[in-house]
């Protein structure tokens, strides 16, 4: 299981829903994280940093490293892509807001289910398709593989 966990950005004017794979890393492991106007003053340090639409993750990478190593992930090749694309600690769902807005839409969808099964499987499915590609139009990293 991933728990969410709701984290403030620097400037404090918007958060993210983060999850961590398994809860290997600890919710200390982002040192800083950037929303579009945060980010704006932040110089980008692609060592440690991954950047997502304007938005930028900070790991420690120290502390990162030290948590994986005890549960035997190789480690040789750490990067701040690397934790974010195998989900070790990435958004929760495409974008950092998708968790809400995904509940949301979702129980629109499942009112139909009472009503007529067919029609709402139908529906799930073009949701899913619709939503996953307007975030990859969006440019939002996550949802390029999908
Ligand atoms: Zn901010």
Redesign the pocket.
Known sequence: MCSNHRL???????KANIMFRNHILPPMVVCN???????KNVTLKLECMIFDNNWIMEFDLTLAHGYLKRVNVNTEFISPEFLFDQGYATWNGLTPNDLEHRLVEREEIVALAAHDMRQYLAEMKRWGCERAQKFREAGWRKAQQC
């Open positions: 403030a950005c620097s400037c404090g004017r918007n994280l950037y929303c579009p106007e945060c980010s």
